[in-house]
């Protein structure tokens, strides 16, 4: 141990290049894995963080809240399906919407998703994740995304829609309940219909976009979601949380993220062994010298595996401190999150795949034979 | 440098793990910027195509097509613009479209756009019911002559003919006559739907240095006019998905920098006291700091086109539709650029080294 950490002291520069290089790539791969989870939750977490355990579309919408219209027809299929105890429309747009919490008086993309909000506010489709505040319990009042409050959409706030000056009334923030990566606001069915109305005089009656679908008793939301699609061709029901995973676009995100994370994976162990297996050549003869007057091949290999942990054991702190303040921040909209699971993950796989791409220098400083001290042969030859 | 070109030739393998990893970073450089470029183009082509100086949308539709309107009142002031000489409407819609063939749940997904100015590439606009269709719909199983149906109404457009390089959003662009659009926006998106002679847009063509400026001003802010090239970066998420993958692509550069200078710093140390030989023989620094560069430069330059080779292979792999990877020779070669400016920077970090080399070391140090 007093081998290794002496050859550190004396070798600043390169272990410190090395400890940069795995630094930079841990900050990389945890910045990226915060933008993934933080892409993914804006797009589609007031899908996840809604109360239909079942959402029916129509097949036209293609599993886009937005694409997707129920005729009537369809609705009387839903509602006549084995499985199904409670059915209610739910309705979204895209607005410009104008915050009054805004100092700056900006205009954003507001998406606003309008459920029957029943008695108290809790009706099929309400958030399900109020942290502050309360549901809305009557037309105008809103419950919005936690992302959105920094933006000037806080409880007590109101929100005009332009053109046009339907203003709605936020009463409750919902925590990860952003659609499309904007602000997201929960209103009454009416609400939204009068949303449309104010800001397009030509627009006709819309049909409910979704359905949020109450299983009967007896039936799971997956037993559910088969007897409706029995009904139909034409209707596409899903379980909330495959209504998520399977939005256009989430998926894509997925596994273009999988690639990058498997190609930095990868260069994180190369790095990690290429260099100590030239610091082994570059100190072979040393390491026969060590050997030739008695040092055992298991205290060299040890001193080499420590070496390889503390190096890979800094540069992953490093990189996490470096990440932290990051991943407090927001960008373009999406909220970042310090993730301790990737973290966790992370540094396991990476310290794993150290020690492991170093026992290719391990294997070289097994082979030297103290004979080669008389020689002037290394393991370097 | 003949020196340095020879220890490549003679001893590659002392190169070929760090060939592997520069290989491996060429890879993520190349794959990161194609999956930029990938989600600009499928998102913006329908813009990039237009051969304009302005597009005018309605002053608060954050340029969002769907938000915008345009009312003949508004077009007509925009129209009496000095400079202004062509006004042309556009609309769009997005939906799903039943193709023949294809399975009852399996729906290809359209932007169909009305126009009054053809853009780029596209001819004039089809009559009534038809529609020229970007050439990415054919992954659907879409040809020439093929009637689809679009929408929840199953509105019939009959597909005349293929264009290149229209896509909007993701989806595969119909272009379409402005009557064609109306009734296919009525009959699906009654909630968006439009009276007659109301478009979503303008596109405008004329001179002057500041068309866009110049119609937001001469309608006191009802419109929120862009040069195309302003347009596209306002469409939503575009300049933010370009300044993250920038900043990624950075970092991943200056981890190539740090790699590059590791490696050629080691390789340094190793041959110091060969290098002191060669200075006593009367090598100067120059020279042998040059091998060195040379040395990265043809590793790098090998480990680029081993990436390119591969990048290219995954985007024939990727099946259309996946992950929206666009690889193009400009980015490969921007890429091997960017990375040889890393190794020779990267191998600057050995400059010092180099230089501090005493010939006398040379004495008594090697055999």
Redesign the interface.
Known sequence: MFLAFKEMARAK??FA??I??IA??V??IL??QS?QNGLITGFIGAIREQSAPVLVY?????RVVQ?S?I?PEMEAQVRTAPGVREVGPIGQ????GKPSGNADGE???TTIIGYELGPDGNGIGAPTTVVEGRLPNADNEAVVSDADVQLGYGIGDSVTL??GAKSITIVGVAQDAQLN??PTLFVSYETYLDA?KS??P??????PNVLGVVPADGYTAEQTVTSINDQS??L?ALTKDDAAAQT??V??VQ??FN??FL??G??VP??T???F???T??KANSLTLLRAIGAPAGRLVSSLLIQVIVIVGAGLLIGTLLYYPVSQQS????TLRFETSAVVFWSVLLLSLGVLSSLVAARRVLSIDPIEATT?QGVGS | MKLALKELRRRPGRFA??T??LT??A??LM??GG?LDGLIATSTGAIRAQNAQAIVY?????A?F??S?IEPELRAQVEAVEGVTEVGGIGNV???ARVPGNG??D?A?VALFGYELAPDGVPDAPPFGQAWADETIKASGVEEGMVIEL??ARTPIEIVGFVKDTNFN?QSSLWASPDTWRDVL?A????????AD?FQALVVRGDGTDLPGAIDAATAGATDSYTVAGAVAAI??V??QQ??FNQ?IG??L??AL??I???F???T??RTSLYGVLKALGAKSSTIFAGLVAQAVVVTAIAALIAGALVAVLDLLIPPG???LLVTPARIVSSVVLLLVAAVLGCS?SLRRVLRIDPASAIGTT?
């Open positions: 520069v390169r290049l090395l940069a290089a930079l790539l900050f990389l910045f990226q933008l129509s097949v036209d919408g293609q694409g219209a005729t747009g895209t607005f410009t205009t954003f993309d332009l053109p990566v904007s449309i800001v397009n030509d627009a006709g009656t819309p049909l061709l034409d596409d256009p676009g998926s894509q596994q273009s690639i990058i190609l930095y990868l260069v190369c790095v062994g290429l260099f297996l030239i610091v050549f570059q960008l373009g909209g999406i002037g | 793990t760090a592997i990893i491996l970073i890879i993520l794959f990161l999956l309605s002053g608060t539709a954050q969002s769907v938000r309107r997005q939906l799903g009852p749940r729906l997904s929408g929840p993701g009525s699906n998106r009654p909630d968006a739907q439009v009276g109301v939503p998420g300049t933010e300044n993250t990624i970092v991943t200056a981890i740090v790699v200078g590791l490696f710093a080691l390789l140390v190793e996946s992950i929206p970090f055999s």
